[in-house]
């Protein structure tokens, strides 16, 4: 088994900062890209930043230069530091993974539970 557990999320007023996080953990050989997405009341969930095992990102145009997205291979675990954050952030924030349990195996795309973000004005 392999699972995603984020943590981090919370409520805070616009302006502040947030830094979430997703651990991977259980039968893992490697880890391609890892991404955060989000999903607000009433809205499709939608890509916010994804990073390679390379470590090249890619960002929403909501979210450019305010959202960083980081990772730690050595811990299996990727990082959204989220500031300047506005009232429209405010969503269930999902991890998500490329993972590769076994080395004959193909990659799969594993997801978290979700944080919640909640932004107030």
């Known amino acids: 088994q392999v699972q995603l557990v984020e943590s981090g999320g919370g409520s805070v007023q616009a302006g502040g900062s947030l830094r979430l996080s997703c651990a991977a953990s259980?039968?893992?050989?490697?880890?391609?890209?890892m991404g955060w997405y989000r999903q607000a009341p009433g809205k499709q969930r939608e890509l916010v930043a994804t990073?390679?095992?390379?470590?090249?990102?890619n960002y929403a145009d909501s979210v450019k230069g305010r959202f960083t997205i980081s990772r730690d291979n050595a811990k299996n675990t990727v990082y959204l530091q989220m500031n300047s954050l506005k009232p429209e952030d405010t969503a269930v924030y999902y991890c998500?993974?490329?993972?590769?349990?076994?080395?004959?195996?193909?990659?799969?795309?594993?997801w978290g539970q979700g944080t919640l973000v909640t932004v107030s004005s």
């Open positions: 259980g039968m893992i050989f490697s880890i391609n890209a």
């Open positions: 990073i390679t095992s390379a470590e090249s990102t």
């Open positions: 998500n993974a490329e993972i590769q349990r076994r080395w004959f195996e193909n990659h799969r795309e594993v």
